[in-house]
């Protein structure tokens, strides 16, 4: 178990330009959660999957947004067209099937767009 | 709407000294409970979590936080600080498998 991993860790983008960010979650976690964390705020929620399902979406996640998980390991989360209101911490969190409410989370992926 | 208060943004304490982080959080159902820790350049570190039953709940690094259904409230406290405490925490509550986040309180502690 290596935990949960995400990258880049960091990424600075001018704005206009398309980012995407991969997190690989642990083996055999089949939830994976997507959000966002700006400067002096806790995490927000942006989505969710279960297995390959995404089952829900803040309405956070405008249409430059989107995220997948095509095989229900790791997930990757594109931002088009690049804003600085973009910027921000990105962290990934996965959790197991059962039992567990536990959401492990990533290092996250530090976007910073100019 | 759901929602997660952390009244206090910074605490300083000096190492020895007590300390205790009150949550809040506005929930309709029995909520599942979390504090997070976070340090500069880590991910979030789980430090305790309340589901049901005994509502003292202990925790990794010798904190406990205790519900309070009354007065809708989760505070997190450690009998005495360590330097290494240092850090950001996070309430959290678990709302059908979303956390919403309090905005976090910063600890200090003085040598």
């Known amino acids: 178990d290596t935990g949960v991993s995400q990258n880049p860790r960091h990424k600075i983008t001018k704005r206009g330009q398309n980012v995407t960010f991969r997190c690989d979650p642990i083996s055999e976690h089949n939830r994976l959660y997507w959000y966002r964390q700006t400067l002096g705020q806790g995490p927000e929620f942006l989505t969710y999957?279960?297995?390959?399902?995404?089952?829900?979406k803040s309405r956070l996640l405008s249409d430059r947004f989107s995220a997948e998980r095509p095989k229900g390991s790791f997930s990757t989360l594109e931002i088009q067209r690049t804003e600085q209101g973009d910027s921000a911490m990105y962290l990934c969190a996965s959790s197991p099937p059962t039992g567990d409410y536990e959401q492990y989370f990533g290092p996250g992926t530090r976007l910073t767009v100019t | 709407a759901q929602s997660v208060t952390q009244p206090d943004i910074h605490i300083t304490v000096s190492e020895g000294a007590s300390l205790e982080l009150r949550c809040n959080y506005s929930y309709g159902a029995t909520p599942y409970l979390f504090w997070y820790v976070q340090s500069p350049g880590q991910g979030l570190q789980l430090l305790l979590k309340y589901f049901s039953g005994d509502t003292l709940v202990q925790g990794i690094k010798g904190f406990e936080a205790e519900f309070k259904r009354s007065q809708s409230s989760f505070n997190l406290r450690k009998p005495s600080v360590h330097w290494s405490d240092a850090a950001e925490y996070f309430c959290a509550v678990d709302n059908f498998n979303k956390f919403y986040f309090g905005s976090g309180t910063k600890l200090n502690v003085k040598p």
């Open positions: 999957f279960q297995n390959e399902a995404q089952l829900e």
